[in-house]
């Protein structure tokens, strides 16, 4: 493979693709549809340390977040959704800009299915199957102690430039723009 180099325990050592998941944002129709984006991304050397530390960044704002907002519900039961979110919106929104409000809004939601189910749980209306809910986890790797990078990006924040079949460029209108190849996989509408 180019740009890999065997390392003498014959594992393959080098840059890889990277893999850039958007989960999206609602649809503008009442049911909770969301649009994904999946492509192999295939970034430069300065690019791809943008890319760590873009990932880097949301991953910090995920887990403050969450660690708030925990720590708000074991004390006193409830969740500030406005105070914790706009706090860190200011804290993360020059690194992030607008897509930081995406990882909050995507943290929202989770909090807010984990007290729906907690409701139900509480009043017997879940199947025997499912145990007590837990509260929404952070996005840490359990094994080797490091933060999951993860990419979330607003759905008017980027456009595709195809050029042929399977390649073309992803244009980040905060961070610039970075080639792809593969197939492009749509989910949701």
């Known amino acids: 493979m180019p740009g890999l180099v065997s390392f003498s325990s014959g594992e393959l050592v080098g840059r890889l693709p ?14 909770e549809n969301v649009r994904t984006v999946r492509l192999r991304l295939l970034p430069s050397g300065s690019q791809g340390r943008k890319l760590w530390k873009l990932g880097d960044a949301t991953a910090k704002l995920w887990n403050e ?19 914790t979110g706009r706090e860190l919106y200011h804290k993360y929104k020059d690194k992030l800009g607008v ?13 807010r299915s984990f007290k ?4 139900l749980y509480k009043q017997g209306k879940l199947p025997k199957f499912y145990r007590k809910p837990s509260p929404p986890g952070f996005w840490k790797d359990k094994v080797l102690g490091k933060r999951l990078l993860r990419i979330l990006v607003r759905n008017d ?3 595709l430039e ?13 961070w610039h723009l970075i ?8 989910s949701g509408r």
């Open 157 to 159: 924040r980027y456009y």
């Open 99 to 111: 897509n930081a409000g995406q990882v909050i809004n995507l943290n929202n939601s989770a909090w």
């Open 65 to 83: 977040l969450n660690y708030a907002r925990l720590m708000q519900f074991r004390t006193s039961g409830k969740v500030d959704f406005k105070g």
């Open 116 to 119: 729906t189910l907690l409701r």
């Open 18 to 31: 990277t893999l850039f998941t958007n989960p999206g944002t609602p649809s503008n129709q009442r049911s």
């Open 162 to 174: 195809p050029i042929n079949n399977g390649e073309g460029y992803l244009v980040l209108k905060d």
């Open 179 to 186: 080639r792809y190849a593969g197939r492009i996989k749509w």
